[in-house]
């Protein structure tokens, strides 16, 4: 089985605005208002944090852009 790398970090930090710039805090509470929530934040190597969000009950996952725009066809490599 393969050992979690994240460690100690929490999928979901406490203080998003530290991650996450001005428009995909935009398209967060915009998709908030739809059914979606955040799902984790990923931590790509020398790359800005990319949030996940997950629609339950869609079982769909998507992930928003810097730009704020929403990928649903996102290259995510699930656990």
Excluded: C, S
């Excluded at 059914?35 to 949030?51: D, I, T």
């Amino acid at each position: 089985m393969e050992q979690d790398r994240r460690g100690v970090e929490v999928p979901v930090p406490a203080n998003l605005r530290q991650y996450l710039n001005d428009f995909q805090m935009l398209a967060l509470d915009r998709m908030k208002g739809l059914g979606w929530e955040l799902k984790f934040v990923r931590h790509p190597m020398f790359q800005q944090p990319v949030p996940v969000i997950f629609h339950a009950e869609n079982d769909e996952h998507a992930m928003i852009e810097e730009d704020g725009t929403i990928n649903k066809n996102p290259f995510i490599d699930m656990r």
